[in-house]
């Protein structure tokens, strides 16, 4: 079974502070996204990336940077934390092709104070 | 712009039931349309894919089917049970390559016993 793992469950952190939010697959998969989730706005994609070093934008990519420099972690940062940045935060990879799922991780839950 | 849409947004049943939750989205050039399940506090964990070529996807008491003309899809779930309970969500791919999914807001299903 794909196991996608998120660092953490929860987090809470300050306006100002810069946030990495942490995620690794085990599948060597070539796809990893980045969504954030919130009542009433669903699921909305940050950034993606289909290989090593590679990225694309998502639709609500302000506020946030990506880095993937090994195949099976993919990072999310927080250059300067809001409060408008809280939020749950979801991890998915996949395998490149039409007929591919994408798997998700657990979410972290982050607090922005 | 792709736009997915779900109703009902709520839905509450009692154990046994037949039920069927619709998805609709805007724009019928798609590559695959995807159901998952989503428990409080959870990621998503995917149920059925059904690619642009195919009319329908089966996997034990879950069938989905899709009408990409119309750009409909429903999921119909059998003889449901408690345990069936949590929100479902519809998503469909808008990139063959990297799997962009746009997502619809949910379902949130109770099933009582």
């Known amino acids: 079974d794909v196991k996608v793992t998120q660092s953490s469950r929860y987090l809470v952190k300050r306006t100002g502070e810069k946030v990495f939010l942490e995620c690794v697959q085990d599948m060597d998969h070539e796809n990893m996204f980045w969504y954030r989730q919130d009542p009433g706005l669903g699921l909305r994609l940050i950034y993606f990336s289909y290989d090593v070093k590679m990225k694309e934008k998502g639709d609500i990519p302000e506020g946030y940077s990506v880095s993937r420099e090994k195949k099976e972690r993919f990072s999310l940062i927080l250059e300067s934390a809001s409060t408008n940045q809280t939020s749950m935060y979801l991890c998915?990879?996949?395998?490149?092709?039409?007929?591919?799922?994408?798997?998700f991780g657990d979410g972290t839950r982050l607090s922005i104070l | 712009k792709q736009e997915v849409t779900q109703i009902p947004a709520a839905l509450s049943v009692p154990e046994g039931e037949n039920l069927v939750l619709n998805c609709s989205f805007t724009?019928?050039?798609?590559?695959?349309l995807q159901w998952f399940r989503q428990d409080p506090g959870k990621g998503l964990t995917s149920l059925l894919l059904i690619q642009s070529s195919q009319r329908e996807q089966t996997s034990g008491r879950l069938n989905a089917s899709l009408d990409k003309s119309s750009g409909r899809s429903t999921l119909y779930i059998a003889a449901s049970q408690p345990g069936d309970s949590a929100t479902y969500l519809c998503a469909v791919s808008v990139n063959t390559g990297f799997q962009k999914l746009v997502f619809g807001t949910g379902t949130r299903l109770l099933v009582s016993p």
């Open positions: 724009d019928s050039a798609i590559y695959n």
């Open positions: 998915a990879s996949s395998l490149t092709g039409a007929e591919r799922s994408q798997h």
